[in-house]
């Protein structure tokens, strides 16, 4: 039996990278697949076809994650489509980049909205069907930047910091339910954005990194898999750091 066989899962912002890396395992494991994007576009269309090529049920849903109204309209959707919602990943997450002093405040108010209190949309809109249910895995991806911090990143940074946070306090407050919760801090991950970089910014991260090189978004969704599955029944309010080694 597959690890995730009948399962419904939402994954946010998965139409490419690493949540469309964690869509894809999902699928594969048996899991049916509801996924966000701010628009479903060639790519999000493609990728509808890809995970029903898996042989499951998926539906891409075009949605502004940052906004309460309508990410709890999404849900109540998703709900009727699918009939249950068993896993959240919270993976919903754009950067602007830039030291604090250079900063403007649209770019961290636009980081912080779209980052964290997306994920605070999304929770606040599905643990009442995870209560309901009595089980639920929600799953944050955050940053080893969150634990850390990053010169250049602290809007970023403190919005991956934010997720860990929230993952810890929802553990907490409901895992009389049923329900789990986690965080992912990826690292160097070599994805559309990272692979912009140049070839020498991209060797000078590779020496900080034990097993010097980059992850795949196939790491990360590995991770995902297990503290989405039953495999990790036990496991909850942790912080899981998939980054070579580069954060310890």
Known sequence: MKLLEGKVAIVTGAARGIGKA??????????????????????????QKELEALGVKAKGYASNAANFEETHTIVAEILK???????LVNNAGITKDGLMMRMTESQWDAVLTVNLKSAFNFIHACTPI???QRSGSIINMASVVGVHGNAGQC???????GMIGLAKSIAQELGSRGIRANAIAPGFIITDMTAALSEDVREEWCKKIPLRRGGTPEDVANIATFLA?????????????VDGGMNM
């Open 130 to 132: 995870m209560m309901k």
């Open 81 to 87: 489509d699918f009939g249950r919602i068993d896993i």
């Open 22 to 47: 964690v869509a894809m395992k999902f699928a594969a494991e048996g899991a049916n697949i509801a996924f966000t994007d701010l628009v479903i576009d060639e790519n999000g269309l493609a990728t």
């Open 155 to 161: 809007n970023y940074s403190a919005s991956k910091a």
């Open 229 to 241: 599955s039953d495999m990790s029944s036990y496991v909850s309010g942790q912080v899981i750091q």
